[in-house]
């Protein structure tokens, strides 16, 4: 099936909408909203004889904290929009009619290995955060994958921990690299 540059354009636009859309939705700063409707209630309180007393800016402590790490989530997008560029790349060599089967064939299988990638770097993401870490970014290039983990305190066994994971998941692929960050 020959898909023209707008329709790849525009598949692609729409997924990055369906990824966002969910992220939203799932991620707690979805409640900030309400949060800031419970701060100013929450200046309000009610004294010993039942009237209200309102606390000042002074008096009242606010605790914020970021809504995630927006450089991990610089970097997924940088690796999301590169492997959209290439897609649309192979995508375009699939529809050059100049091209023989086995380039075509080429192509396809690339474009497959690069799905399989994202879905592998994902899962391992999810794999590593569950064993309850903060937040973590795996990158795959070639035999190479690096882990980078966002965690309070790090240590060799805790590195070692999450290589084990790794290539239990992925078997002896190639080298992997634990890389902490601390929490800001």
Same mark, same amino acid.
């Given at each position: 099936?020959?898909?023209?540059?707008?329709?790849?354009?525009?598949?692609?636009?729409?997924?990055?909408?369906?990824?966002? %859309?969910?992220?939203?939705?799932?991620?707690?700063?979805? &409640?900030?909203?309400?949060?800031? $409707?419970?701060? *100013?209630?929450?200046? &309000? &309180?009610?004294?010993?004889?039942?009237? *209200?007393?309102?606390?000042?800016?002074?008096?009242?402590?606010?605790?914020?904290?970021?809504?995630?790490?927006?450089?991990?989530?610089?970097? =997924?997008?940088?690796?999301?929009?590169? =492997?959209?560029?290439? *897609?649309?790349?192979?995508?375009?060599?699939?529809?050059? $009619?100049?091209? %023989?089967?086995?380039?075509?064939? $080429?192509?396809?299988?690339?474009?497959?290995?690069?799905? &399989?990638?994202?879905?592998?770097?994902?899962?391992?993401?999810?794999?590593?955060?569950?064993?309850?870490?903060?937040?973590?970014?795996?990158?795959?290039?070639?035999?190479?994958?690096?882990?980078?983990?966002?965690?309070?305190?790090? %240590?060799?066994?805790?590195?070692?921990?999450?290589?084990?994971?790794?290539?239990?998941?992925?078997? *002896?692929?190639?080298?992997?690299?634990?890389?902490?960050?601390?929490?800001?």
């Amino acid at each position: 099936m020959l898909l023209k540059k707008q329709t790849v354009w525009l598949l692609t636009m729409l997924s990055l909408v369906i990824v966002l %859309s969910v992220y939203y939705i799932t991620s707690p700063t979805t &409640q900030q909203a309400t949060d800031m $409707a419970a701060v *100013e209630n929450e200046g &309000q &309180q009610v004294g010993a004889e039942g009237e *209200e007393q309102t606390m000042t800016n002074e008096e009242m402590e606010i605790v914020t904290e970021a809504a995630g790490d927006e450089m991990f989530e610089a970097l =997924r997008l940088d690796i999301n929009d590169e =492997r959209a560029q290439l *897609e649309e790349q192979l995508t375009a060599k699939l529809g050059d $009619a100049g091209l %023989s089967t086995d380039e075509k064939n $080429a192509a396809y299988q690339q474009m497959e290995d690069l799905k &399989q990638l994202a879905i592998v770097e994902a899962a391992l993401e999810t794999m590593i955060i569950s064993m309850g870490y903060d937040d973590a970014l795996v990158r795959a290039d070639g035999n190479n994958i690096k882990v980078t983990v966002k965690a309070e305190e790090h %240590s060799a066994t805790a590195a070692n921990d999450i290589l084990r994971k790794v290539q239990s998941e992925i078997g *002896e692929m190639g080298n992997v690299a634990v890389t902490f960050q601390p929490l800001n």
